[in-house]
C-alpha cells in the first residue's frame, strides 16, 4: 500500500450502485468520480498543463508504453521525472503498457516471465516484466501505477481469455511484491474478457491482494455496449468498497454515465481530445461535426450551455473556418471544449451523487441528448 | 486620411535613420518600431488573442487574399467583421493581396483595370480591382489597409519592373479615392524591384498622394541581403518623416534591425511562426534546431536570457521529445517563444532609441550572436 495514498468513500449506494468519494496524493486531492484526460507522449496533446488546471483536469494519465520507447524513462529520470519534464504538478497516473503492447506492437511473445515485443516505432526488441513496468514507473515518480496484464481481443477464444486472466493475475501478485517506493499507489488490471464468471473471479483474486485501487481492463475493446456494461456489473461488487475503482479507456459520456451508476470512480478515454482533433465536439445536445457546411455562417457557440473559453468567445463559423483551413488552433479549441465538456458531466455527476439525485441526473442526461437530436440533427 | 489613425514621431536621426514613434488607432495605441505576427486565416498560428497579448503583439496582421477565397469576406462581414470573428479586439493590418496573387495563384492576368486570376485551392476564377479591394478590406473593418499592388519577382526584366511600379502607382491614386470608411487607414505600396531610381521616383509620386503611411513592398523576395537593404536606403528618404514605413514580408531578426537603421517602422513575416513549425527556435545565441539529437537530454531552456513562459517552464530535451513525437504543443510552445523573441527584440531597440543609443544596441546583437555561434555552433 502506498503511504501517500488513500481514499475516502463519501456516499455509496450499495457494492455495485453509484458512488462519491475522494482520493488523497501528495500531490493533490482527486473528488471522484473523476474524468482523466490521456497525455500519451508526456502532453495532453495541444494544451498545457495551465489549460487543464484551468479546466478543472484533477489528474491526467500517460503511458510507460510510450514513455518507455520514447524518449525513455532513464532520460525522463535524468531530467527529475515524469511531472516537471512535463511541467504538469498534478498527480499522475500511468498505464502499464499491456494494452498497449498487445495492440500496437508487432511480434509479441509471452511467457511466464514476461513479455517480448518489437517497437512499433522502429521494430528493436524488447523485454519486459512485471517487475521492470513497476521498477519504470517508479523511475518516472508517478503517484499512480498500473500492473503489468495481458489484455485479450475482442473477439477471443475462451481458453485465451482464461490464460490471459492468469498471466494477470500472476503478474499482479508479483507486481505487489516489486514495490520499492512507497509515495506510488498500485493498481492490477482485472481481465477477465466478456465471461462475468471469470470477472467476479478475478475480481476477487485482485481484492485478496490488497492494492490500492483496482484497475478493469480488456474492456471497450469492440464488445456491444451492454456487454461492457454487463462485465461492469459483474465485477464492481467483487472489488472492496473502499479502494478506488478504474475502468481503463473508456468511454462516451453514455458510458461514463452507466459506468458511474455501475459504481465505477474512475475513468480515461482519447476520445475527447482524438474527436476534437477529427473535428467532433461533444454538446449537451449531442455531437457536433464541425465541418459540415450548415456550421459556416452560424454566429452561435457549439453548445450554448457550455462556459468553456471556447464557447465563450468563438462561433461554430470561425471553428469550421479554422477546422477546414486545417489550423492548429481548431484542434486547440475543440480539445479545450470537449474535456470542459467531460469535465463538466463529472461534476454534475459528483453534484447529483452529493443531493441524492444521480437518477434523475441520469435521466436528464439522456432527455436532453434526445431533445438535441430533434433539434440539430 | 483616416480618422482614427494619427502617427506622433518621438526621436528621428534623420530621414533615412532609425526612429521611434507611437500609432494612435482606435483600437489601441502601438509603439514603433514594431513587429506584426501573420495570421493568414485570422489566426496567428497555433495561438489565441490571449497568448499574443500576453507576449506583447500591439498589432497583428491578415491577408485579404487567403480571406476572400476562405471563408469569404461576405462571411466575416455578416458575423460582425475580421475582429469578432477571431477575437482579437487590438489593431489588424490586412495585406492587399497583391503579393499572393502573384506568388500563389495561377493563370493570372492583369489589364489597366484589375487582375483576373484563378484559386489556388480549387481554380475558381476571379476579378479584383483596386476599388474591390478597399472595399473588401473596409467590409472586413480592420485597422490598416493595403493598395492593391503588382509585385514583381526576382529577378524580372527592367521592363517588367517598371510597368508593375507604374500599375502599382495609378492603383494607389484609385484605391485612395474609392476610400469610403474614414475608420481605416491606408497605405501604399512603393515597388521599383531591385532599381534605386525607380524606387526613389515611386516613393516620391506615392508621398505626393497623401497616405496615412506607406509600404515597401517587393523585397525579400529572393534577391541577396545587401541588396534589399539598400533598396530600402533608396525608398526611406523620399517618404514623408512624419508618416510610419512598413517594411512588407521582412525578415530575419538582422533584417529587423538593419531595415530599424534605415528608417523602417513596421514589419511583419511569416519567419518566427513558420520557423517555429519547422522546429527552429531564435535565441540570443543564434538559432537552435530542436531535433537535433544534441538536445535529447538537455536540462536547460531554449535560451537562458529569455523570459518567455517556454523558456519558464520547458527544457530542450522535452521540446525535443514533444517535436520528435510530432505533438501540437511543440508547435505552439515554439510559436510562443519565436514570436517572443522577436517582441523582445523590438522592445530592445525602441528602449535604445528612447535612450539615443541605438548604434551601441545594434552592434551588442551582433556581438551576442557571434559569441552564440561559438557556444552552441
Avoid at 18 to 40: C, D, H, Q, S, Y
Avoid at 48 to 74: C, F, K, M, W
Avoid at 103 to 119: H, K, Y
Avoid at 297 to 302: E, K, N, Q, T, V
Amino acid at each position: 500500500m502506498s503511504q501517500d495514498f488513500s481514499f475516502h468513500l463519501k456516499k455509496s449506494q450499495g457494492p455495485a450502485g453509484p458512488r462519491l468519494g475522494k482520493i488523497t496524493t501528495a500531490r493533490g486531492v482527486i473528488e471522484t468520480p473523476v474524468f482523466m484526460p490521456v497525455g500519451t507522449y508526456a502532453t495532453v496533446k495541444t494544451l498545457t498543463p495551465e489549460d487543464l488546471q484551468e479546466i478543472g483536469a484533477a489528474i491526467i494519465l500517460s503511458n510507460i508504453y510510450h514513455l518507455y520507447l520514447r524518449p525513455g524513462v532513464e532520460t525522463i529520470q535524468a531530467l527529475g521525472g515524469l511531472h516537471r519534464f512535463m511541467h504538469w504538478d498534478g498527480p499522475i497516473l500511468t498505464d502499464s503498457g499491456g494494452y498497449q503492447i498487445f495492440s500496437l506492437a508487432p511480434l509479441r511473445t509471452i511467457t511466464a516471465e514476461g513479455v517480448t515485443f518489437r517497437s512499433h516505432l522502429d521494430g528493436s526488441s524488447h523485454f519486459l516484466t512485471p517487475e521492470t513496468v513497476v521498477a519504470l514507473q517508479e523511475a518516472l515518480g508517478v503517484d499512480i501505477m498500473i500492473c503489468l496484464d495481458e489484455c485479450p481481443g475482442y473477439p477471443a477464444p475462451e481458453a485465451e481469455v482464461r490464460r490471459a486472466a492468469e498471466v494477470t493475475l500472476k503478474w499482479a501478485a508479483r507486481s505487489q511484491a516489486a514495490r520499492e517506493r512507497p509515495q506510488t499507489a498500485l493498481f492490477p488490471v482485472v481481465q477477465g474478457g466478456m465471461m462475468p464468471e471469470l470477472r467476479r473471479d478475478q475480481a476477487q483474486a485482485m481484492a485478496a491482494l490488497d492494492f490500492d485501487g483496482y484497475a478493469i481492463g480488456g474492456l471497450s475493446v469492440g464488445e456491444p455496449t451492454e456487454l461492457m456494461y454487463a462485465m461492469v456489473e459483474a465485477t464492481t461488487p467483487e472489488l472492496p468498497e473502499d479502494k478506488p475503482r478504474y475502468l481503463m479507456g473508456v468511454g462516451t459520456p453514455e458510458d461514463l454515465v452507466e459506468a458511474v451508476a455501475r459504481g465505477v470512480d474512475l475513468f480515461d478515454c482519447v476520445l475527447p481530445t482524438r474527436n476534437a482533433r477529427n473535428g467532433m465536439a461533444f454538446t449537451t445536445n449531442g455531437r457536433v461535426v464541425i465541418k459540415n457546411t450548415m456550421h459556416g455562417a452560424d454566429p452561435g457557440p457549439l453548445d450554448p450551455a457550455c462556459g468553456c473559453y471556447t464557447c465563450r468567445h468563438y462561433s461554430r463559423a470561425y471553428l469550421r473556418h479554422l477546422y477546414v483551413a486545417r489550423e492548429i488552433l481548431a484542434y486547440r479549441l475543440l480539445t479545450l471544449h470537449n474535456l470542459y465538456y467531460y469535465f463538466n458531466l463529472m461534476t454534475g455527476m459528483r453534484q447529483a451523487l452529493a443531493q441524492d439525485r444521480f437518477a434523475a441526473f441520469r435521466r436528464d442526461f439522456y432527455q436532453n441528448r434526445h431533445q438535441g437530436g430533434n433539434t440539430r440533427g
